[in-house]
T-cell receptor
Framework: RKEVEQDPGPFNVPEGATVAFNCTYS??????FFWYRQDCRKEPKLLMS???SGNEDGRFTAQLNRASQYISLLIRDSKLSDSATYLC??????????????FGAGTRLAVHP | DAGVIQSPRHEVTEMGQEVTLRCKPI?????LFWYRQTMMRGLELLIY??????IDDSGMPEDRFSAKMPNASFSTLKIQPSEPRDSAVYFC?????WGGGMDTDTQYFGPGTRLTVL
């Protein structure tokens, strides 16, 4: 089982739709959680950190479910400009062998008119 | 503020040649990470440094790859000799710290070097 898993998609949604992605992680001791956005041929850029209590930034909501070991990203009122690949990243902590971020393979989102 | 700087942005070389990729982290960041991204394998961590010291190089593919960080503002990733399977985008990232929570753990990526080995 991979340490961090995502549905690769693509998710094809119309403008204005609500779409949600999940990301599962295998190490229950994982400490920090992030969502990154990557546009084609560009570097990953931090979209938002994921806090235990859940957090929201405009149209984006991130949540953490420690019991089931997954994080989620909800995008409301999708825009064409949201089309990108969304990477989740997890810090497995020292129990995972050193401190580092493990990235999922990414979920591709395509928003169409 | 300047972000992570990488050079060159594109590199095309022939098999067997030496390739050197360069990275300047964000000033004040104590951690520097080298990643490789391919369609098949996604984003893979190759090596990371803390205060210029290599901490984990378990992701380095083989002896042909080496990385150095002679000072806090400069790191290199070298491939010698290069092979076609090394073709990928190589990213450098830096973070303020590690293990202190979201703010310190957040990694900021450079624009990457797109390497093509013919």
């Amino acid at each position: 089982r991979k340490e961090v898993e995502q549905d690769p998609g693509p998710f094809n949604v119309p403008e204005g739709a609500t779409v949600a992605f999940n990301c599962t992680y295998s190490n229950s001791a994982s400490q920090s959680f992030f969502w990154y956005r990557q546009d084609c041929r560009k570097e990953p850029k931090l979209l938002m950190s994921v806090y235990s209590s859940g957090n929201e930034d405009g149209r984006f909501t991130a949540q953490l479910n420690r019991a089931s070991q997954y994080i989620s990203l909800l995008i409301r009122d999708s825009k064409l400009s949201d089309s990108a690949t969304y990477l989740c990243a997890v810090n497995p902590g020292f129990s995972g062998g050193y401190n580092k971020l493990i990235f999922g393979a990414g979920t591709r989102l395509a928003v169409h008119p | 503020d300047a972000g992570v700087i990488q050079s060159p942005r594109h590199e095309v070389t022939e098999m067997g040649q030496e390739v050197t990729l360069r990275c300047k982290p964000i000033s004040g960041h104590d951690y520097l990470f080298w990643y490789r991204q391919t369609m098949m394998r996604g984003l893979e961590l190759l090596i990371y440094f803390n205060n210029n010291v290599p901490i984990d190089d378990s992701g380095m593919p083989e002896d042909r790859f080496s990385a150095k960080m002679p000072n806090a503002s400069f790191s290199t990733l070298k491939i010698q000799p290069s092979e076609p399977r090394d073709s990928a985008v190589y990213f450098c990232a830096s973070s303020l710290g590690w293990g202190g929570g979201m703010d310190t753990d957040t990694q900021y990526f450079g624009p990457g070097t797109r390497l093509t080995v013919l």
